[in-house]
């Protein structure tokens, strides 16, 4: 394939073209790995053993002033979310030194969402703080500070975001072709 004229240029083209064939290929998997783990995370958040009880019925984690997050996540009541509700709340109180003194885990209306953030008790002892989430049980995590205590709502664009990869996969795959021709 190679002429004898410009031999070692040649082979550091083709070199470089198959360093690039193989990246693009990587690219290639990855994107489309991307595409199916978004599809089984969607698939996962409705489990389909468990009938949804009505369109957009949820799941929160639920615990009454327990000691640990471990122990609230880990007896957390696994029952659908009444319909008047949107949201997953968390109430977070812990002492100075950050641990944690009393967590409050429920589905929540709008206007229970309403306070959201870290404040400081009068006494100053203890700090709480509150936050709101959507989407099936994703009140996991506890509000320590003031980037995580906060109402955090979904995006309904994860399809709109996941077809704007697709066209990029044909572009990708004539490039794969060309650079092998
Ligand atoms: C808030 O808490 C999280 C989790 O504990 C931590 O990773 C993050 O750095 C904290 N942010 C601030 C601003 O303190």
Redesign the pocket.
Known sequence: MCSSLADHFCITMLRLCHALAVALLQIFIFSENQAFAKNINFYNVRPPLDPTPFPNSFKCFTCENAGDNYNCNRWAEDKWCPQNTQYCLTVHHFTSHGRSTSITKKCASQSECHFVGCRHSQDSEHTECRSCCEGMICNVELP?????AVFAVMHAQRTSGSSATMPSLPVLAWVFMLLWL
Do not use: C, L
């Open positions: 320590t500070n003031h980037t995580n």
